[in-house]
């Protein structure tokens, strides 16, 4: 599945990537997680909340190891903003987690 690809990817950046950047907490790691999969899910056509409400649900109870292992990992300061700005997965990796 190309979400776990990329939520793989993400977590080894995370882990790794160091220069103007704090410990990632809990709330950064869902932050993350749940714009990959909201992205991931519009990029699918999937539009009815419902539905993307149970798939956030799903794969965050799926993703909650990952989680984990994200929790302590060095992000950038501007994590944030950049998520909400950011218009598609592979964005998110290469620009907000770099």
Excluded: K
Excluded at 8 to 25: E, K, W
Excluded at 45 to 71: K, M
Aim: with cysteine; aromatic share 4%.
């Amino acid at each position: 599945m190309r979400l776990l690809r990329l939520l793989l990817t993400v977590l080894v950046v995370v882990q790794f990537a160091a220069c103007h950047r704090h410990p990632a907490t809990e709330d950064d790691c869902e932050a993350i997680l749940h714009r990959l999969i909201d992205l991931e899910l519009s990029e699918s056509g999937y539009r009815d909340p419902v539905l993307r409400t149970r798939w956030q649900n799903d794969l965050g109870h799926r993703f909650a190891g990952d989680l984990d292992r994200c929790r302590g990992g060095e992000i950038r300061s501007t994590l944030r903003p950049c998520l909400a700005s950011a218009q598609s997965s592979e964005e998110i990796i290469h620009r907000c987690l770099d």
